[in-house]
Nanobody
């Protein structure tokens, strides 16, 4: 079983930056695709970015240029760097993983519990 734990959330000022981390533990062998998602209050969950085992990435069009996903396979950890933050970026941010390569539909098998990001206006 794989466990994902996100960290790095908090309150950030508008136009600030934040880096989130997600560490996988447990049966991490065979984890290929990992990604970041978010869900704002009253809204559907949306994908932010995915990163595959080989480092290939995919970003949501709406967030390209403001977010960067990276990965340290030795630490079983992925990161999400977010810049130029806006109040509408306020949301619960979730890490997810799957045991296959990333798919265009952004499907995932395992989810973390999330870390809350609040952007102060």
């Amino acid at each position: 079983q794989v466990h994902l734990v996100e960290s790095g959330g908090g309150v950030v000022q508008r136009e600030g930056s934040l880096r989130l981390s997600c560490e996988a533990s447990g049966d991490t062998d065979g984890i290929y695709c990992m990604g970041w998602f978010r869900q704002a209050s009253g809204k559907n969950r949306e994908g932010i970015a995915t990163i595959d085992i080989d480092g290939s990435t995919n970003y949501a069009d709406s967030l390209k240029g403001r977010v960067t996903v990276s990965r340290d396979n030795a630490k079983h950890t992925i990161y999400l760097q977010m810049d130029s933050l806006k109040p509408e970026d306020t949301a619960m941010y979730y890490c997810a993983a799957r045991r296959l390569r990333c798919e265009p539909n952004w499907s995932m098998d395992v989810w973390g519990k999330g870390t809350l990001v609040t952007i102060a206006s």
